[in-house]
């Protein structure tokens, strides 16, 4: 049955593809519940393929440069977090400063790998499920940067609806005012969602450069950074809602080319066009079933400590 | 030991003119140390990027030039974010002002239109570009959604209409099936200022914006209650003002200036519509704009700043050889400095004794 | 006053013309500019020019100085690039964009004594050359290797976007395919763009998922080819060598060779014969070059050899008639080929495409 093997195919597809944006959406889902808005996850995004790149061409091992892109982002967003939080400069701006430095850095670092390339993170393959029709390659035939993924949603969810952690990050993000006066270190809970965030960024950069495409270009990112920003909002800050997001967004990019295949015709550019028009609709829908978007209250504002 | 940062009341005037130096200081000690690690001698490497390019007309010209989209755009944006509205999509709303400005230039191409084509062109393109910016604040006010994604989108809507129309429909028919449009004719063209050189009539225009958008945001109700709707909701509320107005408003108006911005590059220094018209401009504005302090006056030498970083790093590309990264890193380095060293100048560093929370 | 001025300038430049003059002449390099649209790292266009450049000061070494900046934008901003590699003191100056086009006019202009080098635009002057490469040739191989190869008589072609150099390398595959498969099919994806890895590894999985078992693209980076790779087809490189990314992907690849067109032409710079030229060189001038043959059966690789010294002799033309477009009028009638304007600004599919030439 040819129809039931390219349909398998294209799920398997779209789970791959949503899942550096899922990730990325992911830290800076956590990030923003705390009340800062970090514009530099394209910038830690593209440090982290980058330096994963760079580690695991001159380890050998994709472990290595997982760990090492993941310690990059977290490094960068520390750079933010200083400026942002700790100085309380305008967080809009610190933000797109931090990408501009980002992307100048992996340039730098990613320079002398232009050409070469590694062998992709393996996939799982389970002998009788991995070939399940439809859903067996969905399922069980993606490598561990989409099993990471929904482990590390399943966990930011439990985490933040279920944990002390989670509802003290929750009150940080709401109102810093109040926080501060129960007596919680407002900026120092900040700035590790923010790490949270940076390193969830690196983990997105290495998914591309040691997995789905593993070799170094300058830019390759190609703003999906950007994109993952605009998840965090379509979700309304809910990590479920962001997983359905990140999907629709992948199926919607990886469809229009399916589309195109079939040869009907269509401009390009519409069909390119249609994850951003989808994006707009959805958040129209959500936001005409629910009323009010569930925004921290207390996002992109600075906190200082008057006494 | 442990610092506290501690806001001033008033920034003083030293502490304005500290302010960038203090940053210059941060850029120049990050950077020789950046430059040393790459092995670049750092002296050269700063004089090239911050003394050369003023030193010389021709470079300050192109200063003028580059920074000239920036201002128009981050004017428009100080009345967005003073209203709290958080349009990040000047990129898309420049676009769209410059598609249907050139709209008008394309339809009169070769016939005997008169001089009111550029007068024309100028006010499709606010159109174009206040509509588009409607779009986020209409769903905004409609339904909730929110500004910052739904402008941010229709920036890639907007490129990919633009990449539509040149590649299909207004394709030039003598040009080799290449994705511009003909070349505006003179009619339609922003007049250069002098002979020789590139300053244009754009320049004329922005210094206008400035002067405007100060007197409006200064000096009247109407600046009076954005300012309010932004920081003060409930207040404003009970002012009379209505929110909704204020949103549209503001919208309108940076979107109307980001299309003044796109036209004039099209209809200036490029002379066609192609499928590339702007190298990130509404998102640089936005720097431009916090640099500025969200004040009119403040955002003319927070945009010239910027297009130095643009200009310096091409220089030193140039004559030092030195790779594109390490000027973006330069570049990034510059605009973290300032940030910081501006905050440092509002707020005072103290030291504080005993386990006070951070 | 301004008079005044202009004037008093001239004077000082003339005396310091004067001045160094004679000096100059003995020990000047001849500086030499480029301006890339891609950062140099996208092993891709951008990078392949800066290979050419690379061969020019391996060649020339210290009679020439050479420099360059990359990720410039084909708009506003490449007309101030290119006026500050002249004002650097760069005296021949190649622009390797068709966007590069007006802004390398403008400045031509103002310095009528500098040269200038424009890849792919159509516009020249006294000063302004114009040079570019028949890849379409190398695609005609392509395309008869693909029929000769593909088992599901379906291959999947990765397009950028669609301009005619991008048109008539679909035509020229397919005419190729077609003289050995008259039946083959072919799936058109555009990712309408020239870089985005991601984007173009999802394209070429989905024109696998839709049973292609060749991957040809026209696009700058190897994600397409390493997808290849993966799912165990076969594809064609672009612009370098892929081997590396494809060891038994590749089947061969388009390699731009711009080296032996830039030493020439600062040969030329450096004799002061040059003079304002169009330069549309092939396989036969090695702009354009062929990969080795991999992963084929021996008779496909000596079919291939033996097209490819075809095309070099002059033989065979990729665009030979007769030639039908979809809808099936004749355009080149039998025993005439397709002028070389006609191709430079292509824009209709040939029959057998079955799909629609965006835009159009």
């Known amino acids: 049955m040819p129809e039931f093997t390219i349909l398998g195919a294209v799920l398997a597809s779209i789970v791959a593809a949503a899942t550096p944006l899922l990730l990325a959406a992911l830290g800076e889902l956590v990030?923003?519940?705390?009340?800062?808005?970090?514009?530099?996850?394209?910038?830690?995004?593209?440090?982290?393929?980058?330096?994963?790149?760079?580690?695991?061409?001159?380890?050998?091992?994709?472990?290595?440069?997982?760990?090492?892109?993941?310690?990059?982002?977290?490094?960068?967003?520390?750079?933010?977090?200083?400026?942002?939080?700790?100085?309380?400069?305008?967080?809009?701006?610190?933000?797109?400063?931090?990408?501009?430095?980002?992307?100048?850095?992996?340039?730098?670092?990613?320079?002398?790998?232009?050409?070469?390339?590694?062998?992709?993170?393996?996939?799982?393959?389970?002998?009788?499920?991995?070939?399940?029709?439809?859903?067996?390659?969905?399922?069980?035939?993606?490598?561990?940067?989409?099993?990471a993924s929904l482990v590390l949603l399943a966990a930011v969810g439990y985490g933040l609806a279920r944990t002390r952690a989670g509802l003290v990050l929750r009150a940080v993000g709401e109102s810093h005012a109040a926080a501060h006066a129960l007596g919680h270190p407002v900026r120092r809970i900040r700035t590790l969602a923010v790490m949270f965030g940076g390193a969830c960024a690196g983990l997105a950069g290495a998914h591309l450069s040691l997995a789905y495409t593993p070799f170094w270009a300058s830019d390759m990112t190609a703003g999906?950074?950007?994109?993952?920003?605009?998840?965090?909002?379509?979700?309304?800050?809910?990590?479920?809602?962001?997983?359905?997001?990140?999907?629709?967004?992948?199926?919607?990019?990886?469809?229009?080319?399916?589309?195109?295949g079939f040869g009907l015709g269509i401009p390009a550019q519409f069909l390119s066009a249609l994850p951003y028009l989808a994006t707009v609709i959805a958040l129209v829908i959500i936001s005409l079933l629910k009323r009010g978007q569930g925004a921290p209250a207390s996002l992109g504002m600075p906190f200082i400590p008057d006494r | 030991m442990r610092f506290r940062l501690e806001r001033q009341e008033a920034v003083s005037g030293i502490g304005v003119l500290v302010a960038p130096l203090l940053a210059l200081a941060a850029t120049l000690l990050v950077g020789a140390i950046m430059f040393v690690v790459l092995g670049l001698a750092p002296l050269p490497a700063f004089y090239i990027y911050?003394?050369?390019?003023?030193?010389?007309?021709?470079?300050?010209?192109?200063?003028?030039?580059?920074?000239?989209?920036?201002?128009?755009?981050?004017?428009?944006?100080?009345?967005?974010?003073?209203?709290?509205?958080?349009?990040?999509?000047?990129?898309?709303?420049?676009?769209?002002?410059?598609?249907?400005?050139?709209?008008v230039a394309i339809a009169t191409q070769g016939t005997e239109a008169g001089p009111w084509v550029l007068p024309a062109m100028l006010v499709f393109a606010a159109i174009g570009g206040a509509l588009w910016g409607l779009i986020p604040a209409f769903l905004r006010v409609r339904f909730g959604a929110s500004e910052i994604l739904t402008?941010?989108?229709?920036?890639?809507?907007?490129?990919?209409?633009?990449?539509?129309?040149?590649?299909?429909?207004?394709?030039?028919?003598?040009?080799?099936?290449?994705?511009?449009?003909?070349?505006?004719?003179?009619?339609?063209?922003?007049?250069?200022?002098?002979?020789?050189?590139?300053?244009?009539?754009?320049?004329?225009?922005?210094?206008?914006?400035?002067?405007?958008?100060?007197?409006?945001?200064?000096?009247?109700?109407?600046?009076?209650?954005?300012?309010?709707?932004?920081?003060?909701?409930?207040?404003?509320?009970?002012?009379?003002?209505?929110?909704?107005?204020?949103?549209?408003?503001?919208?309108?108006?940076?979107?109307?200036?980001?299309?003044?911005?796109?036209?004039?590059?099209?209809?200036?220094?490029?002379?066609?519509?192609?499928?590339?018209?702007?190298p990130g401009y509404g998102f640089t504005a936005i720097i431009a704009a916090m640099l500025g302090r969200l004040n009119p006056f403040v955002i003319v030498p927070a945009s010239l700043v910027l297009a130095l970083t643009y200009i310096g790093g091409e220089a030193a590309q140039i004559t030092l050889r030195m790779p594109f990264d390490v000027t973006r890193v330069f570049q990034g380095t510059m605009l973290i400095s300032i940030l910081a060293a501006d905050v440092l100048v509002r707020y005072r560093l103290r030291r504080v004794e005993g386990a006070a929370h951070a | 006053m301004r008079k005044f001025i202009s004037m008093a300038v001239a004077l000082t430049a003339g005396l310091v013309l004067a001045a160094g003059a004679p000096v100059a002449h003995a020990a000047e390099k001849l500086k030499i500019g480029f301006i890339y649209v891609g950062p140099v790292g996208d092993f891709g266009w951008s990078y392949q020019h800066d290979q050419g450049r690379k061969a020019v000061e391996k060649e020339f070494g210290d009679k020439v100085e050479t420099t360059f900046v990359e990720n410039v934008q084909e708009g506003p901003d490449a007309e101030r690039v290119?006026?500050?590699?002249?004002?650097?003191?760069?005296?021949?100056?190649?622009?390797?964009?068709?966007?590069?086009?007006?802004?390398?006019?403008?400045?031509?202009?103002?310095?009528?004594?500098?040269?200038?080098?424009?890849?792919?635009?159509?516009?020249?002057?006294?000063?302004?050359?114009?040079?570019?490469?028949?890849?379409?040739?190398g695609r005609y191989i392509l395309g008869q290797i693909a029929a000769k190869v593909s088992k599901t008589g379906t291959v999947g072609y990765i397009a950028s976007v669609p301009i005619p150099e991008v048109i008539a390398g679909i035509d020229s595959f397919m005419l190729g395919a077609q003289s050995v498969n008259p039946n083959l099919k072919i799936k058109i994806v555009w990712v309408n763009g020239w870089f985005d890895p991601a984007k173009e590894a999802d394209a070429a999985k989905a024109l696998i998922d839709q049973g292609a078992d060749v991957i040809a693209q026209h696009t700058d980076?190897?994600?397409?080819?390493?997808?290849?790779?993966?799912?165990?087809?076969?594809?064609?490189?672009?612009?370098?060598?892929?081997?590396?990314?494809?060891?038994?992907?590749?089947?061969?690849s388009i390699v731009d060779n711009w080296a032996p067109y830039y030493i020439e032409r600062v040969k030329l710079a450096l004799d002061g014969k040059w003079t304002s030229t169009d330069t549309w060189g092939g396989l036969k001038d090695g702009e354009v070059q062929m990969a080795p043959y991999t992963n084929m059966p021996d008779d496909v690789k000596k079919m291939a050899e033996d097209t490819e010294e075809a095309i070099k002799s002059g033989k065979l033309h990729p665009f030979k008639g007769p030639i039908y477009k979809q809808d099936g009028t004749l355009v080149v009638k039998e025993g005439e080929v397709l002028a070389d304007k006609d191709i430079l600004s292509l824009n209709w599919y040939v029959k057998g495409i079955d799909d629609k030439v965006p835009g159009q």
């Not at chain 1, 200083?82 to 430095?101: E, K, R």
Request: aromatic content about 10%; hydrophobic content about 50%.
């Open chain 2, 151 to 278: 402008s941010l989108m229709l920036v890639y809507v907007a490129q990919l209409g633009l990449d539509y129309l040149v590649r299909g429909p207004w394709r030039d028919p003598g040009g080799f099936n290449f994705p511009r449009s003909v070349s505006f004719d003179p009619v339609a063209t922003v007049p250069l200022l002098f002979e020789d050189g590139r300053l244009h009539a754009g320049i004329v225009i922005a210094g206008v914006a400035v002067l405007v958008a100060a007197f409006v945001l200064g000096r009247t109700l109407v600046g009076f209650s954005i300012e309010l709707g932004g920081s003060a909701p409930r207040a404003a509320a009970f002012a009379g003002f209505d929110e909704k107005r204020v949103t549209y408003g503001v919208f309108m108006v940076s979107g109307a200036l980001a299309g003044l911005a796109g036209i004039i590059e099209v209809a200036g220094p490029i002379g066609n519509l192609q499928p590339a018209i702007s």
């Open chain 1, 224 to 260: 999906r950074g950007w994109i993952a920003l605009a998840l965090v909002v379509f979700s309304a800050w809910k990590p479920l809602w962001l997983l359905a997001g990140a999907y629709l967004f992948g199926a919607v990019s990886i469809l229009q080319l399916h589309v195109q």
């Open chain 3, 221 to 252: 980076s190897p994600a397409a080819m390493q997808a290849a790779e993966a799912r165990g087809v076969k594809a064609f490189g672009q612009s370098s060598n892929m081997i590396t990314f494809g060891p038994k992907a590749q089947l061969t």
């Open chain 1, 31 to 147: 990030a923003e519940r705390g009340g800062t808005l970090n514009l530099g996850v394209e910038g830690m995004m593209i440090v982290g393929a980058a330096v994963g790149y760079a580690t695991a061409y001159g380890s050998g091992s994709l472990l290595l440069g997982t760990a090492a892109a993941v310690a990059a982002g977290v490094l960068l967003s520390l750079v933010f977090a200083g400026l942002a939080i700790w100085l309380a400069a305008n967080q809009v701006a610190s933000g797109l400063a931090t990408t501009i430095l980002g992307l100048g850095i992996a340039g730098l670092i990613g320079s002398p790998f232009v050409g070469t390339r590694l062998d992709a993170a393996p996939t799982l393959h389970i002998p009788g499920l991995t070939s399940l029709p439809v859903i067996g390659e969905m399922v069980f035939g993606q490598d561990a940067f989409v099993y």
């Open chain 3, 82 to 137: 290119i006026e500050q590699l002249v004002r650097a003191g760069n005296t021949l100056i190649f622009t390797t964009s068709f966007g590069f086009m007006e802004p390398t006019l403008k400045v031509a202009k103002r310095h009528p004594k500098v040269m200038f080098e424009h890849a792919t635009g159509y516009k020249r002057e006294k000063n302004v050359a114009t040079y570019n490469a028949k890849f379409h040739e």
């Open chain 2, 50 to 103: 911050f003394i050369e390019p003023l030193t010389d007309p021709w470079t300050i010209q192109e200063l003028v030039v580059k920074a000239c989209p920036l201002l128009l755009i981050a004017i428009g944006l100080s009345f967005c974010y003073r209203a709290n509205r958080w349009n990040i999509g000047a990129e898309g709303q420049y676009v769209a002002g410059a598609v249907l400005g050139s709209w």
